[in-house]
């Protein structure tokens, strides 16, 4: 796996990382243990290469890191959250298609 554009995010740097980021932010909050989560990490990792330098991709282990999904109201997984300027501007829940989350990341971008 290609991840190295994808940066791991835990509720310790959540804030700093993701609210505090100059550019938008797709947040997959995942777990290990979720099969249709391992099924749409590809398509996270492939959109995180196509956007570098535009929008940054991070990855929340739901299991590792309880508080920020919880704060955010998060029940079921996989859930892609959209973030610009420290706010949601999106979400998806779901082992969607690739178009889905790259439409959302379109209107963030362009």
């Known amino acids: 796996m290609a991840d190295d554009k ?3 995010v835990t509720d310790a ?3 700093t990382t993701v609210l505090g980021a100059d550019l938008p932010v797709l947040v997959d909050f995942w777990a290990s243990w979720c099969g249709p989560c391992r099924a749409i990490a590809p398509v996270v990792e492939e959109l995180a290469s196509e956007y570098d330098g535009k929008v940054i991709v991070a990855k929340m282990n739901v299991d590792e890191s ?4 919880g704060k ?3 029940r079921a997984i996989p859930t892609l959250i959209l973030f610009k300027d420290g706010q949601v501007v999106d979400q998806i ?3 969607v298609g690739k178009a889905l989350i790259e439409a959302a990341l379109t209107k963030v971008t362009s």
């Open 72 to 74: 955010y109201g998060i």
């Open 66 to 69: 309880p508080a920020t999904p």
């Open 13 to 15: 740097d959540f804030e």
């Open 93 to 95: 829940t779901g082992a």
């Open 6 to 8: 994808v940066i791991h």
